[in-house]
């Protein structure tokens, strides 16, 4: 009987569309975001433009999927069973997204460019990228009021779209997005409210 070996690790595809994302995001780093081509990414991965184009539609696409893999390594949701204080969740939640802003900005900042001029790259970003981490800080504030930490009167949602207009203004103006930053809006959010009026009921 004639047994043919098993291929032996990732398929083809998706060997390729790794090697794709890896040299997108290598690229991009050293270059800019738009001094790079696909004509670039393809030659660097060592596959054609074809295989680009029928995983993704433009560079942007690319790029996206590159960084939101990058992000899940650096700003995964954070444990809710590690003893933590939800201040303490949020504070190293926050630096572990700077961290990853402090190296990937400058391609933050062009997917951003890129996606106000497409309505739906502009949704993938929100959907895939933004709105993911920003229910993160939501349920964070949310245990925190169930803790006792946060006063039951704040607005979680509100809360969380504060911190997130924080950093990405500062990140679209240049400015240092860090540790410091992170400290700084945990701080806001949990020294600078209102005590609670003891319950008489």
């Known amino acids: 009987m004639d047994c043919k070996a098993k291929p032996v690790g990732r398929p083809p595809n998706e060997r390729a ?18 001094n790079v081509s696909i004509a670039d990414i393809a030659s660097a991965a060592g596959v054609a433009r074809q295989t680009l184009y029928n995983r993704w539609n433009t560079k942007a696409d690319l790029i996206l999927d590159a960084v939101f893999e990058e992000t899940g390594r650096y700003a995964a949701e954070p444990p809710e069973d590690d003893g933590a204080s939800s201040r303490t969740r949020l504070e190293t939640f926050l630096v572990q997204v700077f961290t990853h802003l402090a190296e990937d900005g400058a391609t933050m900042r062009a997917l951003i460019a890129a996606a106000q001029g497409d309505e739906t790259f502009r949704a993938a970003w929100y ?21 006792g930490e946060l006063a039951k009167d ?33 701080a806001e959010i949990f020294e600078r409210q209102t005590p609670l009026l003891p319950d008489r009921t």
């Open 154 to 186: 704040r607005d979680p949602e509100l809360l969380s779209a504060f911190v997130h207009g924080a950093f990405w203004y500062r990140l679209l103006n240049g400015q240092p997005v860090d540790a410091d930053l992170a400290r700084a809006i945990v």
């Open 17 to 34: 569309g790794t090697a794709l994302k890896a040299a997108a995001l290598r690229l991009v780093r050293e270059k800019g975001y738009s």
């Open 127 to 147: 959907e895939r990228f933004a709105y993911p981490r920003e229910l993160m800080v939501t349920d964070i504030l949310r245990e925190a009021q169930e803790q």
